[in-house]
């Protein structure tokens, strides 16, 4: 509860960029936001990031978070959460060469400090996506918060609401609310 007890503050803290394993991040890391390029038996073989509009120097759990929160369900979070997060330190690693990269300790270090940003942006993001019955409509300048909790509310129905719950408990589940002050 303390960490939603100002979720605008928690979030500037989890942005700041602490050395030395900050990052130039995307800010906006997900799947609508790269393009693929494929082999000749139809499996992807690269990937380009665009849409550089949020681009901030931070965490790469800030990216990392946000990723897989948005692009796995609890299924997939439950069978292969590890595996993900190896395969990420492995890849960096290997593309790295000789610069220094986070191994998979300091990268679980990082989780706990910083997803709450993919916890928070997904909330957000994940009503939007899987809305299906009505057109989106733009958020109001001068909305109060409790009005943009409505307006966010009001999307996804309850396929959204079970999906950011999965979410949640998996977050609790791997204390990562359990950041440091």
């Not at 690693?93 to 993919?118: K, N, T």
């Amino acid at each position: 509860t303390e960490l939603l007890a100002d979720a605008s503050d928690t979030l500037k803290c989890v942005m700041k960029p602490v050395e030395p394993l900050s990052v130039l991040c995307h800010g906006d890391f997900n799947r609508n936001n790269l393009m693929f390029k494929y082999d000749d038996d139809g499996r992807p073989v690269d990937a380009l990031a665009y849409d550089m509009a949020t681009v901030r120097y931070g965490s790469p759990a800030i990216d990392l978070s946000f990723f897989l929160y948005m692009n796995t369900d609890r299924q997939t979070r439950d069978d292969h959460w590890d595996a993900l997060l190896d395969a990420y330190c492995e890849t960096l690693a290997a593309a790295a060469g000789d610069v220094p990269v986070p191994d998979r300790g300091q990268l679980d270090i990082e989780m706990r400090e910083h997803a709450f940003y993919g916890l928070a942006h997904t909330s957000f993001f994940l009503r939007i996506l899987l809305e299906e019955q009505k057109p989106i409509e733009p958020l109001k300048i001068g909305m109060s918060d409790d009005e943009v909790l409505m307006f966010l509310l009001s999307y996804g129905g309850e396929r959204a609401t079970d999906w950011i719950a999965d979410i949640v408990q998996h977050y609790l589940d791997m204390a990562y609310s359990e950041m440091s002050p």
